[in-house]
C-alpha cells in the first residue's frame, strides 16, 4: 500500500475553498451566533441578578414577618395580662360589694330583731302593768271588805295568772 501525495493544485484550491468558506462562515454565521450567545449570556446575568434581588427582598420580608409576629405576640401577651388585672379587679369588687350587703342585710336584720324585742318587752312591761293594776284594784276592794277573803282572793288571782 502506498501513501497518497497530494499535489499543489490540491492543497492550492483546498485552502483557497477552506478561506472562502471561512470567510463565508464569518460573514453569514459567525455574528448572528456570537450575538446569540452574547445575547443568551446577558439574558442569564439578569435573571440570576433579578434571583439574587428577589432572595434579599425574601429576606427582608422574612425578617419584617418575624418582627410583625414577635410584635403581635407581645400586644396578645400584653393583652391577656390586661384582660387578668382587669378580672381580678372585677372579683375583687364583687366580693367588697358582697360583703357590703352582707353587712348591710346583717345591720338592717339586727335592727328588726332588736325592733321586735322592745316591742315584745314593751308589751310585757304593759301586761304586767295591766296585771299589777287588776290585782291592786281587787286587793283594794277586797280589803276594804275583809282580810280573810283578801288573802284567799290574791291567791285565787296569782293561780289564775300566767304570765306569757
Not at 41 to 66: T, Y
Not at 118 to 134: I, P, Y
Amino acid at each position: 500500500m502506498e501513501l497518497v501525495k497530494p499535489g499543489f493544485g490540491l492543497v492550492f484550491w483546498t485552502a483557497l475553498t477552506f478561506i472562502f468558506l471561512l470567510l463565508l462562515l464569518r460573514k453569514l454565521a459567525w455574528k448572528p451566533i456570537l450575538g446569540a450567545v452574547s445575547d443568551r449570556e446577558q439574558s442569564i446575568k439578569d435573571a440570576l441578578a433579578s434571583a439574587e434581588e428577589a432572595k434579599k427582598e425574601m429576606q427582608n420580608l422574612q425578617a419584617d414577618n418575624e418582627n410583625l409576629l414577635k410584635e403581635a405576640r407581645a400586644e396578645r401577651e400584653s393583652m391577656i395580662k390586661d384582660a387578668r388585672e382587669v378580672k381580678v379587679k372585677m372579683i375583687d369588687e364583687a366580693k367588697t360589694e358582697a360583703q357590703a350587703e352582707a353587712a348591710k342585710i346583717m345591720e338592717q336584720a339586727k335592727a328588726a330583731i332588736e325592733s321586735e324585742r322592745n316591742a315584745a318587752v314593751a308589751d310585757l312591761k304593759k301586761q304586767v302593768a295591766d296585771l299589777s293594776v287588776e290585782i291592786a284594784e281587787k286587793v283594794v276592794k277586797g280589803e276594804l271588805a275583809d282580810k280573810g277573803k283578801q288573802a284567799a282572793l290574791v291567791d285565787k288571782l296569782l293561780s289564775e295568772t300566767t304570765l306569757n
